[in-house]
């Protein structure tokens, strides 16, 4: 599977903005997807998962109330909704599949094997 994200952007602090990663094929809709960010000089880091239904999402508690994760899968798509964004949300966001197909882990980094190719997210103070 082929993953294209898109939607990052400057934006200012309080803003919103809502990524998108559009996979190709028709591996899809039977994986859980994740969302991370790498800053930085810093490590990569889990966001937001939502399983291969839809119905169980997770977050990291850095933007818990503040990130809603969703997924299409007739569009093959899977959204982020940034709200009340922050300067430290500046990173480059990446989406993932995981390895395996109907799975219940969503934030284990090492259980996604297909990673988009990420899109820069800046906020300014």
């Known amino acids: 599977v082929q993953l294209q994200a898109s939607g990052g952007g400057l934006v200012q602090a309080g803003g919103s903005l809502k990524l998108s990663c559009a996979a190709s094929?028709?591996?899809?809709?039977?994986?859980?997807m994740g969302w991370f960010r790498q800053a930085p000089g810093k490590e990569r880091e889990f966001v937001a998962g939502?399983?291969?239904?839809?119905?169980?999402?997770d977050y990291a508690d850095s933007v818990q109330g503040r990130f809603i994760i969703s997924r299409d899968n007739i569009k093959n798509t899977v959204y982020l909704q940034m709200n009340s964004l922050k300067p430290e949300d500046t990173a480059v966001y990446y989406c993932?599949?995981?390895?395996?197909?109907?799975?219940?882990?969503?934030?284990?980094?090492?259980?996604?094997?297909?990673w988009g190719q990420g899109t820069q997210l800046t906020v300014s103070s």
């Open positions: 094929g028709r591996t899809f809709s039977g994986y859980n």
């Open positions: 939502i399983n291969w239904r839809g119905d169980s999402t």
């Open positions: 993932a599949r995981h390895k395996i197909a109907y799975r219940t882990t969503l934030r284990v980094a090492d259980d996604f094997g297909s």
